[in-house]
Nanobody, 121 residues
C-alpha cells in the first residue's frame, strides 16, 4: 500500500516561497509509469492540479502556475518537493501530494492527508 505524507510550514508570508515535501512509503517514486503530483484546494473551492514529477524525473505544470512552480525529487529519500514562489493570500489552501497518471485530480489514486498552508503577514 502506497502512503504519502506532506510536511512543511503551515504559515508563509506574502511574497515568500512556499516549500513542501512529500515522503512516500510502500512504493518507489521511480517506478514506471506513475506521476507524483501536487494538488491544492483553496477554502470553499474545488481541487486544483498544480503539477507533477514523473517516474523518469520529467516535470509538468499547470499553465496558470508554471511561472511560479517547481517540483523536484530526492530519489535516495523517496521524496518529492514543491516550491511555489511569490505567494499571496490567494495561495492559501490545503495542499496534497498524490500518485497518479496525469494532469487531472481524478487521475490520482493515492493521496496524502493534506497540509494546511496559510499565506498571511
Amino acid at each position: 500500500q502506497v502512503q504519502l505524507q506532506e510536511s512543511g510550514p503551515g504559515l508563509v508570508k506574502p511574497s515568500q516561497t512556499l516549500s513542501l515535501t512529500c515522503t512516500v512509503s510502500g512504493g518507489s517514486i521511480t517506478a514506471s509509469y506513475f506521476a507524483w503530483g501536487w494538488i491544492r484546494q483553496p477554502p470553499g473551492k474545488g481541487l486544483e492540479w498544480m503539477g507533477f514529477i514523473a517516474y523518469d524525473g520529467s516535470t509538468y505544470y499547470s499553465p496558470s502556475l508554471k511561472s511560479r512552480t517547481s517540483i523536484s525529487r530526492d530519489t535516495s529519500r523517496n521524496q518529492f518537493s514543491l516550491q511555489l514562489n511569490s505567494v499571496s493570500p490567494e495561495d492559501t489552501a490545503v495542499y496534497y501530494c498524490a500518485r497518479g497518471l496525469g494532469d487531472l485530480a481524478d487521475e490520482y489514486e493515492y493521496w496524502g492527508q493534506g497540509t494546511q498552508v496559510t499565506v498571511s503577514s
